[in-house]
C-alpha cells in the first residue's frame, strides 16, 4: 500500500497567514518519515495548484528538521472574506492534504 | 546595566479572551515589570476594521480590563494593550478608551494613559504612494489611489517605538491601535534596554499566551523573563509546563516562514535559535538574532466593494442526495437564467454561489465517485451584486426556484426545508483587506498620533 500523508504524519494543520496567504504544517511522525517524504515531489507546487487553484510560483517550502515538520505556505486564490469565501480562516484547508499518496 | 531579566506577564492570548485572576496574581508574585497584551489582529477578517467594531462583547473585554487594571495598579506597573478594538482602527481604540475609563472611575483610579493612534488620512497614504514609499507585498502589486479610496479604514501597523515613547513620559497605561503582537510584548524590554533578539523572539513566543504550553486548554497566560542572553518561558498556570517542542512549534503558528518575522525596523532571525528544559515548567530560548532592516510598518486597509443576500434550505430527499452534484449544476444554471429573464442586463456584475453543506461546501471541490449520499444536506445560496438592493432583489427572483427546483423533471415540485421567513437575509458588504502593502518610514512615529490622558487632570494633547 502506498502511503498517503497521514499514514506519516502525527499532526497537520492550516490557518491562515495573515488575510493573503495560507499555511500548512506538516509533523511528521519521527525523523525517519521526515527525511523519507520532507522532500517528496507528490507535495510539489503542483499539489497546491490541483487541489486549491494556487499559482505554483507562490507556493513556498520550510523545512524545519528540529521538529520534523515541514510548512507549506501559499498565496491564498482570493483573500480572505471574499465574495466566495468558504473558510474565513483556512482551518479546514488541511484534510484535503491527508490523504495525498505518497509513491 | 540590569539587575536581571525583564519579566512580562502576558495575561492571555487576546484581550477579552479570558484572564484569570490566580494565575496574574502569581505572575506578579513571580516580579513581572509589566502587563502586555494584544487585544486583536487580523485573523478574523475585515468587518472588524472597516466597522471599527471589535468581535468581543464588551462584557468580556471589561472583565479582563478589570483584572488587569486592579493587579497593574497594586503592583505600581504598566499595562501595554495593542491591537486595541480587534482591529486597532481609530473608532477601534476609542471603544476600549471608553471602557478603560469606566473602569478606572469604578477603581476609583486615576491613571495616567497613552492612546497611540495610527489609522491614516487617505490623502496622507497617496503621498507617500506618490513619493515611491509604498511596496507591496506578495500576492499584490503597485498600490493605486482607487485602492486606497476603496477602503473604509486604513492603520499602518505600529512597531515598539510609540510604546517605548510612551513609558518613557510615563503611562501607567497604553492603549495602542494596531500592532505588530510582538511589539506590544517585546516593548517594555526594548525601553529598558534588554538585547532585541531574545526580546523580540520571545515577544513571538507569548503572542497567543498559553498556545506556547504543552496543554493549550489548560490556563490563559504565560511569563517571559527576558535577558541578555536569551529568554525563558513559563505559563502562569500551576498544572500546566512549557516544553522545547511546545514552545519552538509556536514559532510556526500563524506565520508563513518559520525563521524570519520580519518587524518595523528589524527581521527577527530564529534559524540557529536552541531551545532547552531549565526547570519542570520553564524553556530557556537561546540564539534568537534580530537583524535591524530599514523602517518599514504594514499597512492594513480594509472595505467593500460588492453585498450579499443569503438564503438557506435543507434537504432530505434522497433522490437529490443520490446525485448532489448534479443537482447543484442544474439548479445553479437554472437560478442565472432565471435572473437574466427576470432582472436582465441591470442585474449588473453579479455572482450566485451554492455551498452544499454536508457535501462539499468547504472545499467546493467534487467528492470522488462512489462517495456515499449524505442522510441530509443544507444548501447555502449566496448572491453577490453591486448594491444590497440588487442583491436582495436577485434572491428574491431566484426563490421560487432554489425553493422547488426538481431533479425528477416529471415529478410533482418538491419543497425544500426553508428555516426562516422571510427566506431571504440581507447579509451586507462584503468586507475585504484591500492592502497588502508596507511603508518605509524615515521617524517611527512618522504616522502615530499620541493622545494622553490624565485622569487626575483632564484629557489633554
Known sequence: MMPTVKDVCRHVRSKNAGPFWVTFDLFFDGPENFQAYHNHPALGPDLFHRLFGADPALVRYYPVPGLNMLKISHARTSPQGGVVERDMHCGQQYVRLMDVELE | ?461
Open chain 2, 1 to 461: 546595566m540590569l539587575d536581571g531579566p525583564i519579566k512580562i506577564l502576558v495575561p492571555t492570548g487576546s484581550l477579552g479572551a479570558g484572564a484569570s485572576e490566580a494565575e496574574v496574581r502569581y505572575g506578579i508574585a513571580q516580579g513581572a515589570h509589566a502587563i502586555a497584551t494584544d487585544a486583536g489582529s487580523t485573523d478574523s477578517g475585515a468587518a472588524y476594521l472597516a466597522l471599527g467594531i471589535s468581535k468581543n462583547n464588551r462584557g468580556s473585554v471589561k472583565r479582563d480590563l478589570t483584572i488587569l487594571m486592579q493587579a497593574a495598579r497594586a503592583a505600581g506597573i504598566p499595562l501595554i494593550i495593542g491591537s486595541s478594538g480587534q482591529a486597532g482602527g481609530d473608532r477601534n481604540l476609542d471603544w476600549t478608551r471608553d471602557i478603560v475609563l469606566e473602569v478606572a472611575g469604578e477603581q476609583g483610579w486615576a491613571p495616567k494613559i497613552a492612546l497611540l493612534y495610527c489609522e491614516q488620512e487617505k490623502s496622507v497614504l497617496k503621498r507617500y504612494n506618490a513619493d515611491g514609499k509604498v511596496r507591496p507585498l506578495p500576492p499584490l502589486g503597485p498600490l493605486d489611489d482607487a485602492t486606497i479610496d476603496a477602503c473604509d479604514h486604513i492603520v499602518a501597523v505600529m512597531g515598539a517605538e510609540p510604546y517605548i515613547a510612551a513609558l518613557e513620559a510615563g503611562a501607567d497605561i497604553i492603549l495602542g491601535g494596531r500592532t505588530t503582537d510582538t511589539a506590544v510584548l517585546a516593548s517594555y524590554a526594548l525601553w529598558k534596554g534588554v538585547a532585541a533578539g531574545p526580546a523580540w523572539h520571545a515577544a513571538k513566543i507569548a503572542e497567543c499566551g498559553g498556545q506556547c504550553a504543552v496543554n493549550r486548554l489548560e490556563g490563559a497566560g504565560v511569563l517571559i523573563s527576558i535577558g541578555q542572553d536569551g529568554f525563558e518561558v513559563e505559563p502562569l498556570a500551576l498544572s500546566n509546563r512549557c516544553d522545547p517542542h511546545s514552545v519552538s512549534a509556536h514559532m510556526l503558528y500563524e506565520n508563513s516562514n518559520p525563521f524570519l518575522l520580519t518587524e518595523p525596523g528589524g527581521i527577527l532571525d530564529v534559524t540557529e535559535a536552541l531551545y532547552r528544559q531549565v526547570s519542570d515548567r520553564s524553556v530557556k530560548v537561546t540564539g534568537s538574532v534580530w537583524q535591524p532592516q530599514p523602517y518599514t510598518v504594514k499597512l492594513e486597509g480594509a472595505g467593500s466593494r460588492k453585498f450579499q443576500t443569503v438564503m438557506l434550505i435543507g434537504i432530505q430527499d434522497p433522490q437529490v442526495l443520490s446525485q448532489v452534484d448534479l443537482f447543484h449544476d442544474r439548479m445553479l444554471a437554472a437560478l442565472y437564467d432565471r435572473v437574466h429573464k427576470t432582472i436582465g442586463a441591470a442585474a449588473g456584475d453579479f455572482h450566485i454561489s451554492l455551498r452544499m453543506y454536508g457535501w462539499n461546501a468547504v472545499s467546493g471541490d467534487r467528492p470522488p465517485p462512489g462517495t456515499p449520499a449524505p442522510r441530509e444536506i443544507g444548501v447555502l445560496f449566496v448572491a453577490t451584486a453591486d448594491s444590497q438592493e440588487m442583491a436582495s432583489q436577485i434572491a428574491k427572483a431566484c426563490n421560487p426556484y432554489f425553493f422547488h427546483f426538481p431533479i425528477v423533471l416529471d415529478g410533482e415540485l418538491p419543497s425544500y426545508g426553508f428555516a426562516f421567513t422571510p427566506a431571504d437575509i440581507d447579509r451586507g458588504p462584503v468586507y475585504e483587506f484591500l492592502l497588502n502593502h508596507v511603508v518605509e518610514l524615515d521617524d517611527p512615529m512618522e504616522l502615530v498620533r499620541t493622545v494622553w490622558i490624565d485622569m487626575s487632570e483632564g484629557e489633554k494633547a
